[in-house]
C-alpha cells in the first residue's frame, strides 16, 4: 500500500499541473487504493475548486468511487502524537495534512509514499525511517 499526498491527487485530474503526467504514469505502478487522510484530501479538493471548481472536485471525488482510494481515520488517541510531529518540525514548518501522513506512515508501517511535497525526503517515520517517494520518472 502507499500513502497519497494532496500534491499528486491535485496532479492526477488536473491536466495543467506541471507534474500531471509524471503523476498519470507513476499511479500505474502503484497497488490501489492509496492510502490518503482526511486532511490531504480536503486540501485537494480545495485546491481543485480553485483550479478546476465543481468539475474538477468531482474529478478527485470519481477516485474515491472507483475504489482508488481510501482514507486512513486519526484515532483519538494519536492526537497527542500528531501534535508532538507538529512541533517537531515546526521549522520546515510541517502542516497538518503532512502530520497525518506521517502518523498514518507510523501507523499502518508504511514507509511508501506519492507526493510531490519534497519535505517527505526530510521527514520520519518513528523518528527513525525515512519515506520511500515515489519517483516521478
Given amino acids: 500500500m502507499t500513502l497519497c499526498d494532496a500534491g499528486p491527487l491535485l496532479a492526477l485530474v488536473d491536466k495543467k499541473q506541471s507534474k500531471h ?13 492509496l492510502i490518503t487522510t482526511w486532511p490531504c484530501f480536503t486540501e485537494a479538493m480545495y485546491l481543485a475548486g480553485h483550479r478546476g471548481g465543481w ?7 470519481k477516485l474515491l468511487f472507483e475504489g482508488l482510494l ?3 481515520e486519526i484515532p483519538e488517541g494519536d492526537y497527542g502524537r500528531l501534535f508532538q510531529l507538529l512541533e517537531k518540525y515546526r521549522d520546515r514548518p ?7 501522513l506521517v502518523l498514518a506512515a507510523e501507523r499502518l508501517n508504511l514507509q511508501q509514499i506519492f507526493t510531490l511535497d519534497s519535505d517527505f525526503f526530510f521527514y520520519l517515520i518513528n523518528d527513525a525511517k525515512p519515506f520511500d517517494v515515489v519517483p516521478m520518472a
Fill in 21 to 33: 503526467a509524471l503523476c498519470r504514469t507513476a499511479v500505474t505502478k502503484l497497488s490501489m487504493p
Fill in 55 to 61: 468539475r474538477m472536485q468531482t474529478q478527485i471525488g
Fill in 70 to 72: 481510501s482514507f486512513y
Fill in 94 to 100: 510541517m502542516d497538518l495534512a503532512d502530520a497525518t
